[in-house]
């Protein structure tokens, strides 16, 4: 460390040094060079419940969303934004944190959330309407647990954006113009304060929105979301998902859905990539599926009928179907851990000295569909 720090630029150490003087109660100063911590650093992450979401969003084993920073999960209806917010809860509580939800579709209902793994009497539920109260609250949140706990972990999950009104719409008369464009003013004026407020506390935004139309757009990116541009520019993460198709039993009842997430933007890792997942409605993601569906795309698994032979590291084979992969790899610590290490190898993009260009494949594929 000693090294690194007498290898910094002389006149950018006394730059350094007079401009963490100025500002006496915080520092505004720093060198990236690994020496000391900044505020770039980020230690801890916070689990979708999907492995593969985890890995595409922050590049590194054991990922997921970033603490200290702003995700926003978009879709259309019927998606999973609501089921995808409720597991980082839930995986929040599993941490020792406080879970915080904000509903303002009031559509919450407590089974759901409990089927998913979220202890309700330990959860903060809070109904609100207008994007104004959404962001008083959430800024008094953060200032009581910066009083109170400042080393808790919390999670705050706003549900939705596109569903909350603003003071100016609730009072508006609709045959006049000037009340559409308050929601994006107030959200921008909020995202500058907030933004700034979490970045040095373990606390994690996460906001829904749902995806509109805009109409006429024949080239690009014919998606937009609620609430203006502020969000998607404050946010460092934004997650699109989309419902890939239906998942039935043999009685044709709908059990889940199949689930596509697009990173359409990331600050953390590479964007633009992608994560396929099966969920369901009374257990959530079914992550260890799409362990399965990556083996079987790499040839790392041997097929013969319906039954499959995984061998481990100690080179013996195990023999199961595809019901039984859930329970064989949940039951064995040693071969879950060996199966997520071959799965972190084949999915976390290496960078070759800068960039590894050479390792990204480059497709027409469009951002949505």
Known sequence: MASKREDRDKL?????????????????????DGADETPTDLT????????????SISNRKNGGIPVGR????????????????AQILANTQKMGGLGVFIDTENACNEEFLQALGIDTKQLLYIQLETVEDIFEVMENIITKVRESDKDRLVTIVVDSVAAATTRVEQEADYSKDGWATSKAIVISKAMRKITQMIGRQRIALVFTNQLRQK????????????????LPFHASTRIRLKNMGQIKDTGKNVLGMKCRAQIVKNRLGPPLRHADYDMYFDRGIDNYGAWLT?????????????????????????????KDWEDLISGNDELR????????????????????????????EVIGD
């Not at 109409?215 to 502020?230: H, I």
């Not at 060996?338 to 972190?344: F, H």
């Not at 290496?350 to 390792?359: F, H, S």
Request: one cysteine or more; a negative charge; glycine letters at 10%.
């Open 337 to 364: 851990e060996y199966v997520y290490q071959i799965i972190c190898d084949k999915v976390i993009l290496k960078y070759r000295e800068k960039l590894g260009i050479d390792d990204v494949e480059f497709t027409d």
């Open 294 to 322: 990556v083996l079987k795309e790499h040839k790392l698994v041997k097929s013969g009928g319906a039954w499959y032979t995984l061998t481990d590291m100690n080179g013996k084979d195990h023999k199961f179907l595809s």
């Open 12 to 32: 950018a150490g006394i730059l350094a040094d007079s401009l963490n003087k100025k500002f006496k109660d915080f520092k505004v100063a720093y060198f990236l």
């Open 44 to 55: 801890e992450w916070i689990s979708t419940g999907s492995s593969m979401l985890d890995l």
């Open 215 to 230: 109409l006429g757009v024949m080239f690009g990116d014919p998606w937009t979301t609620s609430g203006g541009k502020a």
């Open 70 to 85: 702003i995700t926003e999960i978009t879709g259309m209806e019927a998606s999973g934004k609501s089921l995808v917010s």
